[in-house]
């Protein structure tokens, strides 16, 4: 029994080694996509916004040195006395805005093709009049001051969200093709005949295929927290990213559940990878596995609830970065459990040895 | 002795379609039985129906004393199945191969290696399976299903889609096989295979056994002439029309054939004459008894 169990994996295990494509999109494909946002999103900050300077503007000329150092994190500045070619900067978007002085009035020229950058300037001019004006009124303490700082950057870079995210969608995808395809090959080889032939159990096959499911679940997430731990890419795990674990171990039942299912429908495995992928993928945007779902109607949000990969995500959020407790992931490592079992059963219920 | 395979008036339905449609039949340990037919006749059904792997719906199925319906786990153990040369596991090599087979019936790795050998596969143990030849996959894939030492061997189509050569060595193969004392059903398309291997062959169209004996009976009861032949000219042909009147003359311009149910009176009587040049004789074949049993042109598979 445990002889079968063990060589049954070990083909198995063997086969998916030796499987160049299927290595690509469980590994390497997912790994790809984490080197590119962990790379691309690295340093973000907020753009310096790009202005043009038409001839004098006392506004501008007269503030501080101490305070001009200040300004030039966000506004880079650039003088010239030839209106026209200022103005056609602005117009071909090579500047944000350009700037001068109309007698008492400041005049801004900017193009509505960036609103957020337009909208950027306009409000830092804003306050910059304003400020000139209470300095003009020898106001130099004003009652209320306001600083702003960037919520999102402190609790979730970039790195801390994709790593989470990507790896549920790379879990997702090679418990799902694990499953789909096996089931498919061996029907359509004739392998499940030839199994049902011999004296070794259902529960013995589906059991190998379970836990070379996680164990390569459990190499994913390796590969993947070891990449982003990277200096580079600068991962912090919380205290309890452990508990990412059994959280891996309920997901992949329930996607290998999802599999199995595909496969009792497909008859080729081009066909099973079609379905695979048609399920995963609209999955992996929905639950937000690549970007925060924050912005999404309601409704949208309602749907993400219903994705297993959306409480995987969120779990594998909770307990690798938001530095949350381990009792904080129970409900989503019961709900994976729980989708797991009830689409087995509908699984198990359409299983067909052979295609006659 | 007791019958390995009892199969007792046995009927299966696919719709409409009647695949196996009252059959009978029993095979005695260490016999090698063929069942030979058409694509479509009925002899996958059949087989699979004894191995456990369908149900029948009526009729009575032992095998070694059991029923092997439904999943018998005490008759698994003792029965090898051959499927196709495809049923294996993905990109594993031969010697991975069967060992993986012969692990799930509890057999050492040693035992397996060996097997490899007895088939003749010794040398390609490192080949992955997917790229041995067609024949060398059918050797491995009866490998798969003797490492366990079975009493009953099931052999679907062992010879399908292999070169001349290939065949020969199987069919050296499957007598050794059968040799040592095992009991061998195979089902074959290929006439010359049934007449050569099997101690008695099931001939079946249409769900139904139309005879079933050894070859030669099956063939000696068929009555059907014996075609002598000798080159063209040997002897006129008119001469010969007159000479054997009860006999069908036919001359294609190479060769003059006479086709007679007395073919000791036709050689010496071409003897007499000298007219023996080029003389080759054929008797009738499990192909002749074939057509004379259904009435029609051999099916060839699509």
């Not at chain 1, 202005?51 to 101490?66: C, E, K, T, Y």
């Not at chain 2, 007791?2 to 696919?14: A, E, F, G, H, N």
């Not at chain 2, 062959?201 to 059907?224: F, H, N, S, W, Y």
């Not at chain 2, 009738?284 to 004379?292: G, H, I, Q, S």
């Amino acid at each position: 029994m445990s002889n079968s169990l063990n060589s049954l994996s070990r083909a198995m295990a063997l086969g998916f080694v030796r499987d160049k494509t299927a290595l690509f999109f469980t590994i390497l494909f997912p790994l790809m996509f984490l080197v590119l946002f962990g790379g691309i999103f690295k340093d973000q900050t907020a753009p310096r916004s790009e202005v043009v300077q038409i001839g004098q503007v006392s506004l501008l000329d007269r503030i501080p040195p101490a305070e001009r150092s200040q300004l030039d994190q966000v506004l880079q500045l650039e003088k010239t006395d030839d209106r026209a070619a200022a103005l056609e900067k602005v117009r071909k978007g090579d500047a944000d805005a350009a700037v001068e002085e109309v007698g008492q009035t400041i005049v801004l020229h900017y193009a509505a093709a960036d609103q957020v950058k337009s909208g950027t300037v306009r409000g830092l001019f804003d306050s910059l009049v304003q400020y000139g004006n209470l300095a003009a009124a020898g106001v130099t303490k004003p009652a209320y001051s306001l600083e702003t700082q960037q919520v999102e950057d402190e609790s979730l870079k970039t790195i801390q969200y994709v790593t989470p995210g990507l790896l549920g969608w790379a879990i997702a995808t090679g418990a799902m093709f694990g499953a789909a395809l096996t089931l498919v090959t061996w029907r359509q080889k004739k392998v499940l005949r030839r199994l049902r032939l011999a004296p070794v159990s259902t529960a013995t096959i589906a059991g190998a295929r379970v836990g070379v499911s996680i164990a390569i679940a459990l190499v994913q997430m390796a590969i993947f927290i070891g990449v982003a731990l990277i200096p580079y890419f600068g991962l912090r795990l919380s205290a309890y990213w452990w508990m990412a674990i059994p959280l891996v171990g309920a997901g992949t039942l329930a996607f290998l559940a999802i599999g199995l299912l595909a496969g009792s429908f497909a008859k080729t495995a081009e066909a099973a990878s079609a379905i695979a992928n048609l399920i995963v993928l609209p999955m992996a945007f929905l639950s937000g596995a690549f970007f925060p779902l924050q912005g999404a109607p309601g409704w949208l949000q309602t749907i993400s609830k219903a994705l297993p990969l959306r409480h995987l995500v969120d779990g594998m959020q909770a307990v690798m970065v938001r530095g949350e407790g381990p009792a904080s992931v129970l409900p989503q490592i019961g709900i994976l459990l729980a989708f797991a079992v009830v689409v087995s059963v509908i699984a198990v219920s359409l299983f067909r040895w052979d295609d006659a | 002795m007791p019958s390995t395979i009892v199969v007792k008036d046995v009927r299966k339905l696919y719709g409409e379609t009647r695949a196996v449609d009252g059959v009978s039949f029993e095979v005695s340990e260490g016999e090698f039985l063929g069942i030979l037919g058409p694509n479509g006749a009925g002899k996958t059904t059949t087989l699979e129906i004894i191995e456990g792997l369908r149900q029948a719906d009526e009729g009575e199925v032992r095998v070694l004393g059991e029923s092997p319906w439904p999943r018998n786990p005490n008759l698994l153990p003792r029965i090898g199945v051959q499927l196709q040369a495809s049923s294996f596991f993905e990109r594993l090599t031969a010697r991975e191969q069967i060992r993986t087979w012969a692990s799930l019936y509890g057999i050492a790795p040693k035992k397996a290696d060996e097997m490899l050998d007895v088939v003749g596969l010794g040398d390609k143990a490192n080949t992955p399976t997917e790229k041995l030849s067609g024949g060398q996959a059918q050797r491995l894939s009866i490998a798969c299903a003797l490492a366990h030492g079975p009493d009953l061997v099931f052999l679907d189509e062992p010879t399908s889609g292999l070169d001349p050569q290939a065949r020969r060595n199987l069919w050296d193969l499957l007598r050794d096989i059968n040799a040592e004392g095992r009991t061998v059903v195979l089902t074959t398309h290929y006439m010359d295979e049934a007449e050569i291997l099997c101690d008695r062959v099931a001939i079946m169209d249409l769900g139904k056994i139309l005879e079933l004996g050894t070859p030669a009976a099956l063939v000696r009861g068929l009555d059907a002439p014996t075609h002598v032949s000798v080159e063209s000219g040997a002897i006129p042909e008119a001469e010969a029309r007159r000479l054997f009147s009860d006999a069908d003359v036919s001359d294609d311009g190479v060769s003059l054939t006479i086709a007679t149910r007395a073919p000791a009176a036709v050689l010496s009587t071409l003897a007499e004459r000298n007219a023996l040049r080029g003389l080759s004789v054929r008797g009738a074949t499990l192909e002749d008894v074939f057509l004379n049993l259904t009435g029609r042109e051999y099916r060839d598979e699509q």
